[in-house]
């Protein structure tokens, strides 16, 4: 078999014009560091991820300690309940359901403003709902909305300071506020901040007599 090479005259010849050369972003020495400025950084962020420090630099309701427990009001809770859970005015001197005690800890390691209003840490709303945490597995007829009580989170909130509010049943909502707080799975305070949601399960402490 015989191969025929063109000479640079033909080569002209058939292929007029000047040759352009096409760009190389890989024969780039500028791409290859900027590429390697790019890896360093997300393998710096990825062990602070991993360590826990980057939270230090961008701070979110995720840094929070949140603790719900069930307390229960004046009244014999038991009687109480059995009241509120067949739809009956509870006794005198003794309240219709239980109540939600909320305590979060500002452990951001710095003074965050849940007053601002586009604040990370501006807290929205509340919900109760049937456990476990983080579960899917419930309709959202199931779900109660809940009324937070005014100022429930401070202005200026300071590193390490505990916050503390109560939550109320919504008012002519005691029976499924109860069966809610009972169900088998456990129940779950969903608290609804400016860009995520946290979950946290309320305890279920014996009431005292």
Excluded: C
């Amino acid at each position: 078999m015989k191969f025929y090479y063109k000479s640079p005259q033909e080569v002209k010849e058939d292929y007029p014009g000047k040759p352009e050369k096409v760009f190389n972003p890989f024969r780039n020495r500028t791409f290859w560091m900027i590429l390697a400025d790019v890896a360093l950084l997300l393998l710096i962020f990825g062990i602070m991820y991993k360590t826990g420090s980057l939270s230090s630099f961008f701070p979110s309701p995720t840094d929070l300690k949140i603790n719900a427990e069930i307390q229960y009001r004046q009244g014999n809770p038991a009687s109480s309940e059995t009241s509120a859970m067949a739809g009956e005015p509870a006794p005198a001197g003794i309240s219709a359901a239980p109540s939600i005690r909320v305590l979060l800890r500002n452990d951001a390691g710095r003074e965050v403003r849940p007053g601002e209003e586009n604040n990370s840490f501006r807290l929205l709303s509340a919900a109760l709902r049937p456990g476990p945490v983080h579960s899917m597995d419930f309709a959202l007829s199931e779900q109660l909305e809940l009324e937070l009580p005014e100022g429930t989170l401070p202005d200026n909130w300071e590193a390490g300071k505990v916050v503390e509010f109560r939550i109320l049943p919504p008012e002519g909502k005691e029976k499924k506020w109860l069966e809610l707080l009972h169900s088998p799975g456990g129940a779950v305070l969903m608290l609804r901040f400016q860009n995520i949601n946290r979950e946290v399960e309320i305890l279920k402490n014996p009431p005292s007599s």
